[in-house]
């Protein structure tokens, strides 16, 4: 979510070209990075095991946030002269309702999208089961991931408080002059403190699932199948510790007040740009590589 208090101000067209421009060049990047992973499991059926299926679903929430960006730009009028403050598009107003819902919604569908391949990263480094995952945990998983982040989204879409603020569509501040007004109370409960809480379980995982991994192989008996399905299994973990360092330099940075327009545009890059490690994180799965480029039989 973009920072509300931090938007209060409305900043010059000039400005927002720069804005516009910035979201463009990092949304075709990411949205290269989505569309390669998804080729790379279709072409090779890696939809089939669970373990790629939920790279799948990151992917998903990965587009989807990448959305969500562009519908922060597409409702803002930029036709004006550079100096003039940015205004909203006439007849777009229900384009900036849903950018302004979807900017909210995306990090949050992410973000529990991550936790669950933090949890399924340390549970198959603790107890390999070659990504296998009961359909019924999957179901009851995905609606989870989609229903959990409607906890922190619905009460600012159904009371109308989304609006134009500042260079995003967000939340309408009524009151931007006071530190503690009302954009302030829906940061802090529906942003900073449950993403703080959702970052420290991530990496509490991660760290778990890095600590089993370095205990086993100071044990120097890996066993054939467990190092096969490890090198499976971490790869999985490359796009979440990324996710979730970014996701934890954030928080701070709106936790200590250091949260800036330009420093809200470097998440959102780094963000993006975090969408790389998707198809390079298959490409790195040994089943996945020998059945994308498999190896030819020379004759003798």
């Known amino acids: 979510m973009e920072n509300a208090t931090a938007n209060c101000s409305f900043p010059t067209v000039e400005s927002e070209k720069t804005v516009v421009t910035l979201y463009a060049v990092f949304a075709a990047i990411a949205f290269l990075s989505h569309t390669t992973t998804i080729i790379i499991i279709v072409r090779t059926k890696a939809y089939k095991l669970f373990r790629h299926r939920l790279t799948l679903y990151l992917t998903i929430g990965g587009m989807l ?76 998983g995905v609606s989870l991931v989609i229903l959990a982040p409607l906890l922190f989204t619905w009460e600012p879409f159904i009371t109308n408080s989304y609006g134009l603020s500042g260079t995003r569509c967000w939340i309408v501040n009524k009151d931007c002059s006071s530190r503690y007004g009302l954009s302030f109370i829906y940061e802090m409960t529906i942003n900073v403190v449950p993403n703080l809480l959702l970052t420290l379980v991530g990496l509490s995982l991660l760290l778990a699932a890095i600590v089993v991994l370095i205990k086993v192989i100071n044990a120097k008996d890996l066993g054939l199948h467990y190092g096969n399905a490890l090198r499976e299994i971490l790869p999985m973990g490359i796009y979440p510790t990324f996710y979730m360092l970014i996701l934890f330099a954030r928080m701070i940075a709106l936790t200590t007040g250091k949260y800036t327009n330009d420093v809200g545009l470097s998440f959102m890059a780094l963000t993006q740009l975090c969408s790389i490690t998707l198809p390079l994180s298959l490409l790195l799965r040994p089943k996945v590589y020998r059945t994308l480029f498999p190896r030819k039989i020379e004759a003798k």
């Not at 900036?96 to 340390?122: E, K």
Request: aromatic fraction near 14%; proline fraction near 7%; hydrophobic fraction near 45%.
């Open 65 to 140: 946030r990448t959305m969500a960006y562009v519908l922060q730009v597409l409702p803002v009028n930029i036709d004006l002269p550079d100096m003039h403050p940015v205004t909203l598009r006439e007849g777009w107003e229900s384009v900036c309702v849903l950018g302004a819902f979807m900017i909210h919604y995306s990090p949050y569908f992410q973000t529990f999208t991550v936790l669950w391949t933090c949890y399924f990263v340390l549970k198959e480094t603790l107890s390999p089961t070659q990504g296998e995952f009961k359909l019924t945990r999957e179901i009851v």
